[in-house]
Structure formats: structure tokens, C-alpha cells
């Protein structure tokens, strides 16, 4: 480290050590103060709410320090006269730049470890945890710190003042749960629509869990999942934490291009951008067009020509326009900003036609892969409860189920039961498909006016490995009288058939 350097650093330090005293006290009064606290409120001390309770915390706040420090750490961008004076150091824009990311880093993790040091020995005098295992987490815990404070620091980097800033960062934390609920509404109700089934499991669960979606979208849960399953589960659920360390392994990925971003956007900065408003494309026209979308795909969860898919509708277009003048500092309307609006809308139908004509590209399905196949459960009732059927379908005989189940589908289809203003449900048959390795369970459930034909109830219990009947005729101190029988015991089915049958 040269003399100028060396001058530097003393200098961030002295001039930001109020900061430094305020960060401090302010991640105490976050982490280990609802500690102590709750140590001399309880008379009754419960160890296992205390690691949930530092686990939890721990990880808050360092996502907080990660967001908060770039927008301090890069300030003098926003002031015309800092900006001139510390672009004019003698030292190279390149060099520059990784000193006071690495300072603003320090500068963050100082306070923080300091209040993981105090909550580590919190948990060592009052919990009988194993400790070794949050020394681990608190060090893993630079990795998420690393990747978030990259990020938010090519936001800092790439806005021109700190009212920019400071709504860029809450973007972009925002967005990715706003897309994410955007996507699991519109998925799960479109799926619904197509589906002839009146009722499904989360469809987005069976193409990803919606976790490792959420994973996939919002750093924060990736690795704190990943983290999780790490130290505390040793991988016990292993499909989940593979994927969740892929979806961190991309952020990780992302973390450096946001790095190599920032760097470039420092050298390349102008001074006279200071005190302007932003104009970078990964800022306000990126985050305006994602949250646009992201709403959009919301409306497609209602009716396409009711009232308030209109209101809706003219609401997002306000926050539309709204976000653009923001954006501009201005209050006049262009052309631009309906034209804009309107190809977002254009181009968001257009994916939802296409999404509805090809079945969600070939994954809306009424039924899984039969590859996949464990058993299927299926039960068949009254609506409404009284007797019914539960069976169980081992896999070798799935194949003749299926082929049942078509032909079930297309006079189900041609009834339309799968309006969920079906006027006279009388009957549900709810199957429910276990996959392999217990991952994924997809469940289908159809309403019918019609009872089913007693020989087809019959194929479904010879099919069966087990069969257990409900009949109502029957009450004991339980309730209706619940008792297993044979696939072959056809008096049994005939008898509870008759009773269904009677009973509407």
C-alpha cells in the first residue's frame, strides 16, 4: 500500500467513524438486544428459539449492512464538488474504485462481526447449542454479504444522485419477490383454467418447488436455504439443496459481472453526471418494464373483460406512467410512455396466448409423467362428505388406471366440470399422484352431478392394493364406521356403492 493510499484509508475511517459508532449500536439493538432481553423477560428459556432467533437475525442484518453501506460508501457521486475532488486523487479510477469497495466492506462487516462475537457468546453462556455450527454459519455468512453488497453497489455506482439511489436499492429488493408472486398467481390460476380438474395442488410446485423459485429469483432465500441445509441438515433433504447451491453458485456468478459492471461504470462516470437523474438502462427503464410485467401477469388471475380487470388495468398504467415521470423528473406525458406501455402490454398477452394455446409449453398436464409414478391414491366421495372409497394403485398398474382416466377425462371434458360454477356437484374423485423419492405430489380433483358406473368403481378397486370404505350407514363412537376390506370383496364395495348412491 503507496503513502497516498495508506492516507486514504486513514482518511474514509476518520471521517466516517460517526457512522461507524451508529452502525454499531444499531446492530446491537437488532441482534443481540432481543437476546438479552428475552434471557431476563422469560422464566422459562427456551435454547432452540434462541439459535432460531440468532439464525434469523444474523442473517437480517447482514443483508441490511450488505444494502445500506454502498449507498454511504459511494455518496460523494451525488455532490458535483465531492465527485470532482475524489476523481482527482492521484490514483487510477481502476485502483480507486476496488480500494473503496474493499473499504466499504470493512466498514460494513466491522460492526457486524462485532455483534456476531457478542451473540456467539450469548449462545455459548445460555444455550446449549452446538457452537461450532454457528461459527461456521457466521463465516459462510461473507458470502451472501459479498454477493448483495456487489449488487446494490453497481446500483449506487450507476445512479447519479442519492434520491436514486436510495429507490434503485429498494427496487431491486423488492422485484424479485414481486416477481415471484406475479409468477406463482399467474402460473397457478392459468393452470387451473386449463386443467379439466376443478382443483390442483400449487402447479408451480410441481415444476419447481416454490421455494427453489423463489431461490432462484431472490438471493436472500437462496442462501439462506442453502446455508441452512449446510450446516444445521447436513444435506438430509438433497434434491432441494443441490438445487438451491446451483441458484447460489449463478448468483455468485451474477455477483462478479455486477462487479466487473460497477468497475467499468467508475471508470467510464463523467463528472458533470453528478447531481442528474439516472439514465442507465439497468436502473429505472429495467425495473419500470419487470414490475410492468410482473402486474400485468397478475390481471390474467380475473376476468379478462370485467370491472376490475379495467380498474386494475388503469391502475397499473398510473403507476406506469407515474414511475417514468419519476424517472425524467418531469411532469408532462409523452408519447413514448403510452407507446411504451402498450408494447409491454403486447408483448406480456402475447406470452400469455401463447402460454394458454401450448398448454404452459407442454407442462399443463392433468397428470404427470408416468414415469415418475410411486402410486396413485385415489378417493371418491359425496361432495360434502358421507361414505366413500380410498384406494391405493401400486405402479404396475398405473398403465390401466391411466387409460381408465383418459376416457374419464373426455366425457368429464365434454360436461365442462371443470367451471368451478359447476351447478349441481354431487360427486368428487380426488386422486392424488406420489412421485418418486417423495419430492412432488400432484393431486387432481374432479366434481361431478353423476355417480360413477359401479363397474368402473369396481376396475378401481381390483386395481387397488388396499381399499378402505366409509359408511355413514353405520355410525359408531368414532363417527361414520371406517374399515378396510379386500379388492376382491365385492360385497362389501357393492354394499357401500348402494349406500353412497342412496344417500343423494
Known amino acids: 500500500m503507496n503513502r497516498n493510499t495508506k492516507s486514504y484509508v486513514q482518511y474514509f475511517f476518520k471521517s466516517n467513524r460517526r457512522l461507524l459508532i451508529l452502525m454499531c449500536v444499531g446492530l446491537f439493538i437488532i ?130 444522485n442519492f434520491a436514486d439511489a436510495v429507490v434503485m436499492s429498494g427496487a431491486y429488493l423488492i422485484l424479485p419477490f414481486v416477481l415471484y408472486l406475479a409468477i406463482i398467481l399467474f402460473i397457478d390460476y392459468q393452470a387451473s383454467d386449463l386443467l379439466i380438474a376443478n382443483s390442483a395442488t400449487s402447479f408451480v410446485d410441481e415444476i419447481m418447488p416454490g421455494e427453489t423459485l423463489l431461490s432462484a429469483l431472490s438471493f436472500p432465500v437462496s442462501l439462506t436455504v442453502s446455508l441452512a441445509w449446510f450446516i444445521f441438515d ?38 458533470e453526471e453528478a447531481q442528474h437523474r439516472t439514465t442507465s438502462y439497468l436502473m429505472y427503464p429495467f425495473v419500470v418494464t419487470v414490475l410492468s410485467v410482473a402486474l400485468i401477469l397478475m390481471l390474467f388471475n380475473t376476468n379478462l373483460f370485467s370491472a376490475s380487470m379495467f380498474i386494475m388495468g388503469t391502475i397499473i398504467f398510473a403507476l406506469y406512467i407515474i414511475m417514468r415521470l419519476f424517472a425524467r423528473r418531469s411532469l408532462k406525458i409523452k408519447i413514448t410512455d403510452i407507446g411504451g406501455f402498450m408494447g409491454i402490454t403486447a408483448a406480456t398477452l402475447a406470452f400469455v396466448l401463447i402460454f394458454q394455446s401450448t398448454h404452459g409449453f407442454g407442462l399443463v398436464k392433468e397428470y404427470p409423467d408416468t414415469d415418475d409414478f410411486r402410486f396413485v391414491n385415489i378417493y371418491y366421495s359425496a361432495y360434502g362428505g358421507g361414505n366413500s372409497f380410498e384406494m391405493k394403485i401400486p405402479e404396475e398398474n398405473i398403465e390401466e388406471f391411466l387409460d381408465w382416466l383418459d376416457g374419464y377425462l373426455e366425457e368429464a371434458e365434454k360436461k365442462d366440470t371443470h367451471s368451478i360454477d359447476y351447478p349441481d356437484i354431487r360427486y368428487s374423485m380426488m386422486i392424488d399422484y406420489q412421485l418418486d423419492r417423495n419430492i412432488v405430489e400432484s393431486t387432481r380433483e374432479y366434481w361431478d352431478s353423476t355417480m360413477l358406473d359401479y363397474s368402473d368403481l ?42 353412497m348412491k342412496s344417500a343423494q
Open 458 to 499: 369396481k376396475k378401481l378397486a381390483h386395481w387397488s392394493s388396499s381399499v378402505r370404505l366409509t359408511d355413514c350407514s353405520i355410525i359408531d363412537e368414532d363417527g361414520c364406521a371406517i374399515k378396510e376390506v379386500y379388492n376382491n370383496d365385492e360385497a362389501a364395495l357393492k354394499q357401500n356403492y348402494e349406500a
Open 234 to 271: 447436513r444435506f438430509e433433504m438433497v434434491f432441494e439443496s443441490v438445487v438451491n447451491l446451483i441458484t447460489t453458485g449463478v448468483w455468485c456468478l451474477l455477483g462478479i459481472v455486477a462487479f466487473y459492471i460497477s468497475m467499468r461504470g467508475f471508470i467510464l462516470r463523467k463528472e
Open 31 to 160: 441482534m443481540p438486544f432481543p437476546l438479552i432481553n428475552n434471557l431476563f423477560s422469560y422464566s422459562m428459556f427456551d435454547s432452540s428459539s434462541m439459535q432460531a432467533t440468532v439464525f434469523i437475525l444474523s442473517l437480517i442484518s447482514t443483508f441490511l449492512v450488505a444494502g445500506i453501506m454502498p449507498m454511504f460508501t459511494w455518496r460523494f457521486l451525488y455532490k458535483k464538488t465531492s465527485c470532482n475532488m475524489y476523481l482527482s486523487l492521484p490514483i487510477t479510477r481502476k485502483k480507486f474504485f476496488v480500494v473503496q469497495y474493499l473499504l466499504g466492506a470493512v466498514f460494513g462487516l466491522i460492526p457486524l462481526y462485532l455483534n456476531f462475537v457478542i451473540e456467539f457468546l450469548l449462545l455459548g453462556a445460555f444455550s446449549y447449542s452446538r457452537l461450532f455450527n454457528f461459527v461456521i454459519y457466521f463465516i459462510l455468512l461473507l458470502i451472501p454479504f459479498f454477493v448483495t453488497y456487489t449488487i446494490f453497489t453497481l446500483v449506487a455506482v450507476k445512479c447519479n
